[in-house]
């Protein structure tokens, strides 16, 4: 407890921190003084336009040298390193620039970063400098208390003399000094958040196209998603129950011819048939289920994941833990991982255990696939990781295969759940 408390005096970043914070009032008061200065001349002169041109552009070349400067300030005692905000101009003619830089919200943040700076500043002084004046002041009273006049010190409330009252206020101060550079950390992550939220660059143009790259190649995957899903359906109703139905109506076809000539054989075929039919509703059922299942809608994730569990023939260790349910988008999803993941472990991974962890919060769900097999799972190899990742990524997650030659493997996908 005590190495936790004094952790922040030995580290250099409580230091760096504590310059910054004693030289935001000074810095804070020249940006103020300049901002509100030529924004003043700007407004005052603008009746008079051809006169309040220069005092804008001054305005904003004060305000790009200004935020430099303090973008430098904050990389060297903050480790905030923001880069430029601002966008390369295209505009020709210092007019065109001129009213590239008045459209620019960017520009504008940074005026207003330099003139919240002072008040950021009053308040970061003030309180660094009460904490750390008052961390010494009071632990050192019992040393010089006789020394002030009548013997005792005045608090405002209350006096405090020698004795037990002064050294009551030394546990104090001592308590505030102790505190002080874990304020300072709190005050210095406020001076960062301000400048973080004003003075971050925006998206540039490459990385708002590669964004848009990322969500066209996620509709593709989508749609190419559901296009071999429809293909599946479609082979899936070919190959078992529309042959089932075939096979159930011959039977039935030739129990009718027999029922009066031979009712035994007719007997026999009706047998068959009701035991085909049973079989065609089972592989309904597979089907619906492989679409979408009935319990996932009703009853949740938790549960829909215990059947496909039961049905493993591996033992699997489950375990959910949601605060509330997913978008029904994401739900799917996970299940779909689940279940996909759980019979690549059946049929190729010869594990003996495995065990599955959903996880939800801060607007993500967290889904953990481990099995304890051979390993070597690679999605190139048709084992169904491919149309996962993709299912994944189309609802704005990602997903990650770790299988080495000889195991474990861990699928790790991640989704949005806001």
Not at 83 to 95: C, D, F, I, K, M
Not at 198 to 210: C, E, F, I, N
Not at 258 to 269: I, N, Q, V, Y
Request: aromatic share 4%.
């Amino acid at each position: 407890m005590v190495a936790v408390l004094l952790r922040p005096w030995r580290d250099a970043r409580t230091w760096r921190e504590l310059s910054h914070l004693c030289t935001d009032l000074l810095v804070g008061t020249v940006t103020f003084t300049v901002m509100v200065t030529l924004l003043a001349t700007s407004l005052g002169l603008a009746i008079v336009a051809p006169l309040a041109v220069p005092v804008v552009w001054l305005l904003f070349t004060s305000a790009e040298a200004l935020g430099r400067v303090e973008r430098a300030r904050l990389a060297a005692l903050l480790d905030l390193d923001l880069g430029n905000p601002h966008r390369p101009s295209v505009a020709t003619g210092w007019w065109g620039r001129l009213v590239e830089r008045l459209k620019s919200s960017s520009r504008w943040k940074e005026i207003a970063y330099l003139l919240l700076l002072l008040p950021v500043g009053v308040l970061t002084i003030c309180a660094t400098t009460v904490v750390w004046s008052a961390g010494f002041a009071l632990t050192a009273l019992p040393a010089y208390v006789s020394s002030l006049p009548d013997g005792r010190a005045n608090l405002g409330a209350f006096y405090a003399g020698p004795g037990i009252p002064s050294l009551a206020l030394a546990v104090v101060g001592l308590s505030l000094l102790l505190s002080a550079p874990w304020v300072v950390r709190a005050l210095a992550d406020l001076d960062r958040r301000v400048a973080t939220s004003l003075l971050r660059p925006g998206p540039t143009v490459a990385q708002l196209s590669a964004r848009l790259t990322k969500v066209e190649a996620s509709r593709a995957a989508a749609v190419d998603a559901g296009e071999a899903e429809r293909k599946r359906i479609e082979r899936d109703l070919h190959d078992g129950a529309q042959q089932r139905l075939v096979a159930l109506a011959m039977d039935l076809g030739q129990a009718r011819e027999k029922m009066d000539t031979d009712p035994e054989a007719a007997a026999r075929l009706v047998a068959e048939a009701h035991e085909e039919a049973k079989r065609a509703l089972t592989d309904l059922r597979d089907l619906v289920r492989g679409i979408h299942p009935a319990i996932l809608e009703d009853r949740g994730l938790d549960a829909a994941l215990s059947a496909v569990v039961a049905r493993c023939p591996v033992p699997v260790n489950l375990s959910v833990a949601l605060a509330s349910r997913p978008p029904a988008a994401v739900e799917s999803t996970a299940y779909f991982v689940v279940a996909e993941a759980l019979t690549n472990v059946a049929r190729h991974s010869r594990a003996t255990r495995a065990s599955v962890s959903i996880m939800g919060g801060n607007d993500r769900l967290v889904v953990e696939i481990t099995d304890n097999g051979v390993g070597g799972a690679d999605a190139a190899r048709g084992t169904g990781l491919a149309g996962l990742s993709e299912r994944v990524e189309a609802v704005g997650g990602w997903l990650r295969v770790l299988s080495p030659t000889g195991g474990p493997t861990t699928i790790l996908a991640e989704m949005p759940c806001g």
